[in-house]
């Protein structure tokens, strides 16, 4: 009986530790982009992966999206390439751990300036996060993995509105 009891509780303590990681997680984010701390946040997000995605985003914004009334059509294949050339350059360049700690506020305006809206397991071995960026109706979504014992960012969705004003460079 007693050795029952002990593996129930070791499952209990496995499941909360499992439950509130992926939380610490976000707060080691937190702090890291508060406190300018580019190692940090290199160890906390998939750079690479974060910035495919982006381009991505970026991209079927601009291609799939006519530039005006009278243009329904969709562009040709060299300006497809170009638009994806020129993003890609854009984003690695911004996009960069070294860049996002160079935002860094002070403590005062740092609170006031992203918060989490909601978080949630969107599948045991991934946690998603949407983040107000300062107060905009539309939220900033990153999901996380969780891969060699540890959670990472390896996905950000910036919101269209936010991609259409330019306020996504860093």
């Known amino acids: 009986m007693r050795g029952k009891r002990l593996v129930i509780s070791a499952l209990a303590v496995t499941g909360a530790v499992y439950a509130a990681y992926p939380f610490v997680t976000v707060y080691e984010i937190q702090c890291a982009v508060r406190n300018g701390d580019a190692p940090a946040l290199t160890r906390l997000v ?4 974060v910035r495919e995605g982006i381009k991505e985003d970026i991209c079927d914004l601009v291609l799939d999206e006519p530039s005006g009334p009278a243009d329904t059509s969709r562009l040709p294949a060299f300006g497809a390439s170009f638009v994806r050339g020129v993003t890609s350059s854009s984003v690695d360049r911004e996009f960069t751990p070294e860049k996002i700690a160079g935002m ?61 004003q330019g306020h996504w460079s860093a």
Do not use: Q, Y
């Not at 998939?46 to 992966?49: C, L």
């Not at 540890?150 to 936010?162: A, D, E, Q, S």
């Open 46 to 49: 998939n750079w690479p992966a």
């Open 104 to 164: 860094t506020m002070p403590a005062s305006h740092a609170d006031d300036n992203a918060s989490i809206t909601w978080a949630f397991f969107s599948r045991p071995d991934r946690f998603v996060v949407d983040v107000n960026v300062g107060g905009r109706a539309d939220t900033v979504r990153a999901e996380m993995e969780f891969t060699g014992l540890r959670w990472r960012v390896n996905r950000v969705w910036i919101p269209g509105t936010l991609l259409k």
